[in-house]
């Protein structure tokens, strides 16, 4: 079972034990967001070994974004995180050194204010995460015969690699901080617009388990944090509004595409195909009001193997998705509806040497691993169908499960070197989803 089901299956249990802090009306507000802010990250044993040799240390600060999904039943606060967190790269030769890393949290606290439009939360954050760190060239060659002939740019190291599949995730990580948000009222809508504060720190609490070739990179997940954000709330009481509501899906999807045109480059040049169909797990938030439906969705699809007797290598696209639409037919607990979405992906695709050095050899005999990226417009039409299961006698939350269909079309500028790859960009996919709605 992959780390990010068994998160959102604790999201599960623990949104059931819910209903133990619910009185006799039940106060629900659930909302969905993104946000971004900054934190400090000093890289210690990295940079000690660089003082050592007489250059400046890494900056010590990295930047964050992310999506969010909160839902609060009388004071008791549940809610997911997914964000990315990126350092401020550096300069060493002619060679650009950086990091960035994405967690994925489970956030449980607590209202320290009664039901009304200002909010003070306290919450502690567990999950799991993934890490990328690499020296690059500054100017990287985006032919891809060239780079085919020659990968060996630099060095890449990544921990939980995700461009292997989000099934990677791992490595317990914590957060705890406090959040200030005021809903403001969007006139004529029941939802509001929810704007938002955080503050706290987050850290790795077991020691050395973000080891990468003889260097402890736990900092990296560390830090004081500051973050700011905006989205779209449920304030009142759902007494009122029982037709309206924002859920959260884990989804998995079958996408009818293969990266043919690669593969013909790869095997031309002495390595070995990528093989199969990639894997697919994502995030779908969706709201609905009165049949009006909107929110977000992310898909990781990831494609891996061996590329050669020293090397492997890994095809990453992650897309981000504004959507909106209608539920179309409502019966029961059944629902079907159309959805369409706007918004962004990229493609990466990573040769590395599975024999690297430790440090500091490796710092001074660097040349190992490189990738080549870009990235684009994505846009999706989409039917669904879903069915509502009520987890409690008091309907506290509703367990969702959901079978969509579309048709992802990439717009020009998907390509790697020469080749396009508009055509393993853009295909039709089946998406599975199950989730929890309030």
């Given at each position: 079972m992959s780390t990010l089901v068994r998160i959102f299956l604790t999201t599960l249990f623990v949104g059931c034990l819910g209903s133990s802090f619910s009185q006799e009306l039940i106060n629900k507000r659930p909302t969905f967001y993104a946000y971004s802010g900054f934190s400090g990250a000093n890289l210690t044993q990295f940079n000690q070994m660089l003082n050592e040799r007489g250059l400046s240390s890494l900056r010590n600060r990295?930047?964050?974004?992310?999506?969010?999904?909160?839902?609060?039943?009388?004071?008791?606060?549940?809610g997911f995180d997914l964000g990315q967190h990126t350092g401020k790269a550096s300069q060493l030769d002619d060679m650009r050194i950086r990091y960035r890393t994405t967690r994925a949290l489970l956030n449980i606290g607590y209202?320290?204010?009664?039901?009304?439009?200002?909010?003070?939360?306290?919450?502690?954050?567990?999950?799991?995460?993934?890490?990328?760190?690499?020296?690059?060239?500054?100017e990287q060659d985006r032919n891809l015969e060239l780079f085919l002939l020659d990968s060996q740019q630099g060095f890449i190291l990544r921990k939980n690699d995700i461009h292997q599949g989000t099934s990677q995730f791992g490595n317990f990580l914590t957060e705890i901080g406090f959040q200030l948000s005021y809903d403001f009222p969007i006139p004529g809508r029941k939802e509001a617009l929810q704007v938002m504060a955080r503050g706290g720190y987050s850290f790795s609490p077991i020691e050395n388990s973000w080891n990468m070739n003889g260097i402890a990179f736990d900092n990296a997940q560390s830090g004081a944090f500051i973050r700011v954000g905006a989205g779209i709330s449920l304030p009142e009481r759902n007494f009122f509004y029982k037709d309206a509501t924002i859920g959260i899906s884990l989804v998995r999807g079958v996408h009818n595409t293969k990266p043919d045109a690669l593969n013909g480059y790869l095997e031309s040049f002495g390595y070995q195909p990528l093989e199969g169909k990639p894997s697919n797990w994502?995030?779908?938030?969706?709201?609905?009001?009165?049949?009006?439906?909107?929110?977000?969705?992310?898909?990781?699809?990831?494609?891996?193997?061996?590329?050669?007797n020293f090397q492997e290598h890994s095809l990453n696209s992650v897309r981000v998705y504004a959507n909106g639409g209608f539920k179309l037919i409502q019966f029961e607990n059944f629902a079907l509806g159309a959805l369409g979405g706007l918004?962004?992906?990229?493609?990466?695709?990573?040769?590395?040497?599975?024999?690297?050095?430790?440090?500091p050899e490796l710092?001074?005999?660097r040349y190992f691993d490189g990738y080549l990226r870009s990235s684009g417009v994505m846009i999706k039409p989409e039917v669904f169908l879903e069915y509502g299961l009520p987890l409690t006698k008091r309907k506290l939350f509703?367990?969702?499960?959901?079978?969509?269909?579309?048709?992802?079309?990439?717009?020009p500028g998907y390509s790697l070197g020469e080749i396009s790859m508009n055509q393993y960009m853009s295909g039709s996919y089946l998406l599975f989803g199950i989730g929890v709605r309030p």
């Open positions: 990295y930047s964050s974004i992310g999506l969010g999904y909160q839902t609060r039943i009388n004071d008791f606060v549940l209202s320290m204010t009664e039901e009304g439009r200002f909010q003070l939360i306290h919450y502690l954050g567990l999950g799991f995460g993934f890490m990328n760190f690499q020296m690059l060239p500054e994502g995030l779908r938030i969706l709201g609905d009001t009165e049949g009006l439906l909107y929110g977000v969705d992310v898909f990781n699809l990831a494609m891996s193997g061996q590329a050669s918004g962004y992906g990229n493609l990466r695709y990573t040769l590395s040497d599975v024999n690297k050095p430790d440090f710092l001074e005999d509703d367990l969702v499960f959901s079978a969509s269909a579309g048709y992802e079309l990439a717009f």
